[in-house]
């Protein structure tokens, strides 16, 4: 999240290698979610781009939350959140 923060509008290489990094780590949920949609575990019309989106969100949500707010419910809000996203998946 820091380098994120550092690097967002910063072109280069090093903010190349972060983008690629992110991007290698968002197609990893999706392709976690695809592979869970073919163990009949979510519903087949299950977006896994979308879903792997949702939980990039939560995670820096979560990360806004606890450290810039130190809200206290930050954690119970992000589990909550991340139940919601995986319950409207499930068949």
């Known amino acids: 999240m820091h380098a994120v923060a550092e690097l967002d509008d ?3 290489p090093v903010r190349d290698a972060l983008v690629r990094q992110q ?3 968002l ?3 999706a392709k976690a ?3 869970t949609i073919d163990a ?3 519903r087949p019309d299950v977006d896994p781009s979308l879903f792997a ?3 990039y969100g939560i995670v820096v ?3 806004h939350a606890s450290r810039l707010f130190r809200d206290p419910a930050a954690k119970e809000h992000a589990e909550r ?3 919601a996203v995986v319950a409207a998946a499930r068949i």
């Open 40 to 42: 009949g575990h979510f």
């Open 33 to 35: 979610v695809r592979l």
């Open 53 to 55: 989106f949702q939980l």
């Open 27 to 29: 197609d990893t949920l």
């Open 61 to 63: 949500a979560y990360y």
């Open 23 to 25: 991007t290698m780590w």
């Open 10 to 12: 910063r072109p280069g």
């Open 81 to 83: 959140a991340f139940d």
